[in-house]
């Protein structure tokens, strides 16, 4: 039997919270977003169902941040301040994972990600699909 790539461990900077994830594409797709609280947090992100977000330790401590309309609900350590996980605004079944946040994963593990147009949102700007607003690049210095 295999284990699923899928299932991730993670926690915050100072271990308080800690969590297991389910990743509902992987790390295939991360995404970052452009608007106001995403673009100062600078998380690249990916998705899971709520039911496939599980804290192992910290539920007691978390904190959450709300903004704007208050739907999405940004959660992370009120001690040491690290964002790990938010419930989507724009598909509010799904939690949006800060991947730095995974047990020996990193931002920079990806060459490209998108980026997804937060700053225009679907919900604020008529409705449709969210967009991509451009994408981020990285690539590492010679040595």
């Given at each position: 039997?295999?284990?699923?790539?899928?299932?991730?461990?993670?926690?915050?900077?100072?271990?308080?919270?800690?969590?297991?994830?389910?990743?509902?594409?992987?790390?295939?797709?991360?995404?970052?977003?452009?608007?106001?609280?995403?673009?100062?947090?600078?998380?690249?992100?990916?998705?899971?169902?709520?039911?496939?977000?599980?804290?192992?330790?910290?539920?007691?401590?978390?904190?959450?941040?709300?903004?704007?309309?208050?739907?999405?609900?940004?959660?992370?350590?009120?001690?040491?301040?690290?964002?790990?996980?938010?419930?989507?605004?724009?598909?509010?079944?799904?939690?949006?994972?800060?991947l730095a946040c995974l047990d020996g994963v990193s931002p920079y593990d990806f060459a490209e990600v998108p980026v997804i147009d937060g700053s225009?949102?679907?919900?604020?700007?008529?409705?449709?699909?969210?967009?991509?607003?451009?994408?981020?690049?990285?690539?590492?210095?010679?040595?």
């Amino acid at each position: 039997m295999t284990e699923d790539a899928r299932i991730h461990h993670g926690g915050c900077h100072c271990g308080t919270v800690r969590f297991t994830v389910r990743l509902a594409e992987g790390l295939d797709r991360p995404v970052r977003c452009n608007c106001s609280y995403c673009r100062m947090k600078g998380a690249v992100m990916a998705f899971a169902p709520l039911a496939d977000l599980a804290l192992t330790a910290g539920a007691d401590a978390i904190a959450t941040y709300q903004f704007h309309s208050g739907a999405a609900k940004h959660h992370f350590c009120p001690r040491c301040g690290i964002h790990t996980h938010h419930q989507r605004r724009f598909d509010p079944t799904l939690y949006a994972v800060n991947l730095a946040c995974l047990d020996g994963v990193s931002p920079y593990d990806f060459a490209e990600v998108p980026v997804i147009d937060g700053s225009r949102h679907p919900l604020d700007h008529g409705g449709g699909a969210m967009r991509v607003a451009g994408h981020l690049h990285y690539a590492p210095a010679p040595e």
